[in-house]
Every structure is written in C-alpha cells, then in structure tokens.
C-alpha cells in the first residue's frame, strides 16, 4: 500500500463534516493539520480528529510535510488561498464554484499551471450512481436526440441565514441559490449535454430578509441544440431532480425517488436501480491518486470554470434582461 497523501484541511464550517469524514474513511489521504481564523474552533477540530491546528494559512502551506490543501472556505476567499498555495508547490482541493469571479477563477488555473500543481474542483453531484447512469444512457443513444433538459437544485437554507454569514451579501456570494445549488446541475448538465451556447436568467429576491437573490430560473441553449432551464432557490423545502426529454426516451431523476425512465410508446416509468456512490470520497480519493500517479482529475480547473462562466452569464443576463453568449465571458 502507498503512502497516504499528507493533506491540510482549511475552513472548519457545514460542509467541512461531509469532507472530513471521507478523509477519514480513506487509506490514500492522512489529516496532517487544519485552520481556520478563530482559535477555538481550530483547536476542538484539531483534538476531535487527531490532527495539528495551525496558527494560519501562511504556515500550513510553508509546511513541508503537507502534500496539499483541501479549502473548504467561502468562495470569495478560494482564488487568493489557491494561490498562495500553489505558489508554495501545494497540490489544491478546492470546492465548489472555483472562484466568484471568471478574472480570479483564471488566476486560479494560471498560478497551478505555473506551479505545476494539481488542482481539483469540488463539483461532486456528477458522480452520483444516476447522473453516471444517466450519462451513459445518453452516449449510448438511448434517449435518440435531447431536445430539453429540466432541473431544479433549492433548498431551505437561506430560512436561517445571519447578516454574520458570507451567504448573506451578495459581493461574496453573488446570485446565491444559483451559485451555490444550481452549479451543481449546471455541471451535470455540461457533463451530460455537452458545452453551453447562451443563457437568459432571471434572478429575484422575493422573500428573503438578506439582501441578496433568493430564486433564480436560468434558460441555457447549448452547442448541440437542447434547450434546459434550470431553477433554483433558498428558501422552500429541498427539491434536486434533473430530467431529460428524447426522441426515443425520457430520463426522470429525482433525489427522493431515484432514476425512472421512459421509453417511447410507453405510458409508465421504469425504475433504474444504481449502486449509491460516496461522490466526496471519490472525489478526494481521485485527488490523492492525481498526485501519487500524476494524473489529472475529472473536473479540473477549466471544467471548473465552465461552470462559473455560466453563472456569471445569468448574472449578466439577469441585469441586462437579454441572453448573452457564453463567448462573451469567457
Ligand atoms: N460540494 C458540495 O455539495 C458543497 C456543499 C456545501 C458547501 N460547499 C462549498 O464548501 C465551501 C464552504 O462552505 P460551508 O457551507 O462549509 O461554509 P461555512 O459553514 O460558512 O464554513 C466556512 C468555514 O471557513 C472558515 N473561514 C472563513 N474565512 C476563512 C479564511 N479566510 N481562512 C480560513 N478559513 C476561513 C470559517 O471559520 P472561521 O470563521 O473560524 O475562519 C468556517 O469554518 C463553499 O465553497 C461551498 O460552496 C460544497
């Protein structure tokens, strides 16, 4: 067995509980140490998982026992974490979106290449059993063309949101509910569609007491012809389903009620069993075999990027009431 990759773990919040106990549950990485800025909390992280805490960012990536980083931080704070630690020949895990912006998501990818380190994006929703599942059936030909595709990712999180939070303002979390759940289908969709041509979006705040969007319904064209939308908001109780409507078939993926599909003629849905998938240690295990075996991961930097040109597409759209070209961002 070789050596597990020594791994510092950054931003100790929500979404850091699903990570670390992939970490945990892997042979191929080892928890070397962790930090985030307020002590306390650094320091029970550090007790409770056996690692070291360290006073800062700094001297995590000047640490020459660490092999890479794993940020799970606000997206607003990725680019400039990336790349300090590309700059000090770390390897990067970074979640998702990549950056907040396309200008820093390119710094991003610019300082790994430079530095020649791996970078990989956190856009784990693609390796679900049904989204694989899915992908296959459309390369094998089996729903004949997609003409639409329908998706929706919300949840009722924004319901508890405080003005302390980053979610809450809008300069660093722009376009929220899309930024945040829709990416994840914007990412499957490109995976399983292919590449975007233009989108027209539209974004509200209906509800919310923040002053950022709340609800947003994206519209995307992409290069091979399909039409998709795409909904997302923050407040009303968690809906994830993606469908695709064929010529020969439909595909109906919901989170609750698993993968149906149905075929042309047919009046009833079929159920696809899959085996469920552990997409985030997959993902951190594919980033430890990216570094042993100097391979690249499936969604890398300009993968990452794709998705956020996206976003900033229906940001745009959305201010200008018009479609913009993807061309136009990127
Ligand atoms: N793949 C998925 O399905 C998924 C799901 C949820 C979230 N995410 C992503 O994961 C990331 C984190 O989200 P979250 O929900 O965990 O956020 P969160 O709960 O707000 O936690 C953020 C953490 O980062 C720390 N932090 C803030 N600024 C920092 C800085 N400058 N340097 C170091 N640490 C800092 C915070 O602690 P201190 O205040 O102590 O520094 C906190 O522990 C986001 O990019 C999000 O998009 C992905």
Redesign the pocket.
């Known amino acids: 067995m070789r050596k597990p990759v020594k791994v510092g773990l950054?931003?100790?919040?929500?979404?850091?509980r699903s990570i670390v106990e992939a970490v945990e549950k892997s042979k191929k990485l080892e928890l070397a140490s962790c930090?985030?800025?307020?002590e306390e909390?650094r320091e029970r992280f550090a007790q409770e998982h056996e690692c070291r805490s360290v006073r800062s960012?700094e001297e995590m990536v000047k640490d020459k026992d660490i092999e890479g980083v794993l940020l799970?931080?606000?997206?607003y704070?990725?680019a400039e974490q990336t790349v300090l630690a590309a700059g000090h020949s770390k390897n990067v895990f970074v979640?998702?979106?990549i950056a907040n912006t396309i200008e820093n998501g390119k710094k991003v990818i610019r300082a790994c290449r430079e530095n020649k380190v791996i970078l990989s994006v956190?856009h784990?929703s693609r390796r679900m059993a049904e989204v694989r599942e899915m992908k296959s059936l459309v390369a094998r030909g089996a729903l004949g063309k997609v003409l639409s595709a329908e998706a929706n990712y919300s949840h009722s999180g924004g319901l508890s949101l405080t003005s302390q939070?980053?979610r809450w303002d809008e300069n660093k979390c722009p376009a929220l509910p899309l930024m945040?759940l829709g990416i994840?289908h914007i990412d499957n969709l490109v995976y399983l569609l292919g590449s975007v041509r233009r989108v027209f979006s539209f974004m509200g705040r209906i509800y919310f007491s923040a002053p950022n969007k709340d609800t947003t319904m994206t519209l995307m064209e992409f290069s091979g012809g399909t039409i998709g939308y795409l909904g997302s908001n923050y407040i009303s109780p968690q809906v994830y389903y993606l469908n695709l409507h064929g010529t020969k078939a439909n595909l109906f993926f919901n989170l609750r009620e698993g993968l149906y599909i149905q075929k042309s003629g047919a009046t009833r849905r079929e159920k696809i069993e899959v085996r469920e998938v552990d997409t985030v240690l997959e993902e951190l295990e594919e980033f430890a075999d990216c570094i042993r075996e100097n391979k690249k991961p499936e969604v890398g930097g300009e993968k990452g990027l794709e998705s956020l040109a996206i976003v900033e597409a229906a940001i745009r759209s959305s201010k200008s009431g018009k479609p913009v070209d993807i061309e136009e961002i990127t």
């Open positions: 950054v931003g100790l919040g929500g979404w850091t930090f985030s800025r307020t909390k960012y799970i931080t606000p997206n704070t990725h979640d998702k979106p956190g784990n939070q980053w945040q994840h």
